[in-house]
Structures are given as C-alpha cells and as structure tokens.
C-alpha cells in the first residue's frame, strides 16, 4: 500500500500570500496518477488536480500542482478567503487507492 | 448537471447492518466505474469500495479494512449505486460519500475505471455506530 504524508499539517497565512502543500508517496507514484481535492467545512471533496498536475474543470488558475515521483506540492499562488479548506491528496497509481491526512489552510 | 444523491445513513448499534445507496443522474451512469469513500470524524478520507460501470461480482474492490463485511453493488437500470454493511463497528462510523471514476483514453481504448480519480461526490451520508 502506497502511504501519502502530507505537511505541513496546518498552514495559516494571509489573504494574498503564495501557499505551498507538499505530499510524499512512500513509493513511486505510477505515471504520476496523483490528485488534490478541496474540502470546505460541511462540503464534500472538490477535485482540485488530477495527473499531479491538471487542473479541473471551474478550478481558478491560481491553484497548480507538479511534482513526480514521491514527491508532489499544490501552490495556491496568492490565496484567497474562499481558499480555506482541508486539502487531501490522494493516488490512484497502486491498489488500493489511498489518500493523504489533509492540510488544513487557514487564513491570518 | 451531473449529480450524486447518497441516502440511508443512521445510527445503528454495533454488530448491525445498514445499507446506503446513491442516485446518479445527469449522466449515463452505467458507463462508469463508482466508488464509496468515507471520512471519520477528525480523520481523513479513506477510499472503502469500488466497482466497475458493468458491475459483475468480478469487478469489485475493497478496502482489507472492510473487506469480509461490506458488499458494493449496482442497479444500473435505476441509476443506483448500494453499499451494504455489516458487523459494524465504532470505527466505521464516518460521512460515506458516494464518487464517480473519470472516463479516460488509452491507446483508443475509452473507459471509467476504478484505478482513477474521483471527478463527482455525492455531499455524503452519515453512518453512526453507537450503543
């Protein structure tokens, strides 16, 4: 099983500041299969990115995602109030398909 | 507009069963692979089952955590998808929410499969385990 870490755990910054998630795979993520997904409080997941690095459809071109790997970030290049959620990542490159633990963003 | 209606959550005592379901609509839903993801309280998301869009027995996953104990099934004549659950237990109390598994192209070949993400959610349904 392919365990996700993500961090930091919470992430507090102010309205206009660039926001940095990471998550890292315990093994190689086949072809990248990698996605990011947004939960606001009482809502259910959104995607956000598939691919590590497509976005999907309605998400604002301030969110983007990259990495390869082990090793992947969604950046929220400047971030917005609407933006607080917990953010989860999740593979769909090995069986069974696992998810990280969320970072939480708020804002300052 | 492509939409997920999840329905049958409770509270049930541990050692129960319960059974959720979720209307798909919007969609030609038996082109497409589903799957069952929860959410615990204070915890993440936690992928649960999932089956494919023709629903044969032989095209059913489970997590080991439920396996033995849930069943995912389909009726694809009424846009449903079911969860049956049973041996509960505390720590399976959770948001069950109900997605749908992209299609996408390979070598010509277009298909939803369960080895993909998750582009529609259902808002979910609460499933409590308590005495």
């Known amino acids: 099983e392919i365990v996700l870490t993500q961090s930091p755990g919470t992430l507090s910054l102010s309205p206009g500041e660039r926001a940095t998630l990471s998550c890292r795979a315990s093994q190689s993520v086949s072809s990248n299969y990698l996605a990011w997904y947004q939960q606001k409080p009482g809502q259910a997941p959104r995607l956000v990115i598939y691919?590590?690095?497509s976005r999907a459809t309605g998400i604002p071109d301030r969110f983007s995602g990259s990495g390869s790997g082990t090793d992947f970030t969604l950046t929220i290049s400047r971030l917005e109030p609407e933006d607080v959620a917990v953010y989860f990542c999740?593979?769909?490159?090995?069986?069974?398909?696992?998810f990280g633990g969320g970072t939480k963003v708020e804002i300052k | 507009e492509e939409r997920l209606l999840e329905s049958g959550g409770g509270l049930v005592q541990p050692g129960g069963s319960l059974a959720v379901s979720c209307a798909g609509s919007g969609f030609t839903f038996s082109t497409y692979a589903m799957s069952w993801v929860r959410r615990a309280p204070a915890k993440g998301l936690e992928w649960v089952s999932g089956?494919?869009?023709?629903?044969?027995?032989?095209?059913?996953f489970y997590a080991k955590s439920v396996k033995g104990r849930f069943t995912i099934s389909r009726d694809n004549s009424k846009n449903t998808l079911f969860l049956h659950m049973t041996s509960l237990s505390a720590d399976d109390t959770a948001v069950y929410y109900c997605t749908r598994h992209p299609i996408g192209c390979s070598g010509g070949n277009c298909y939803s499969s369960y080895w993909s993400y998750m582009d529609v959610w259902g808002k979910g349904t609460t499933v409590i385990v308590s005495s």
């Open positions: 089956i494919s869009g023709s629903g044969g027995s032989d095209a059913t």
């Open positions: 999740h593979q769909y490159g090995g069986s069974p398909l696992t």
């Open positions: 691919g590590a690095s």
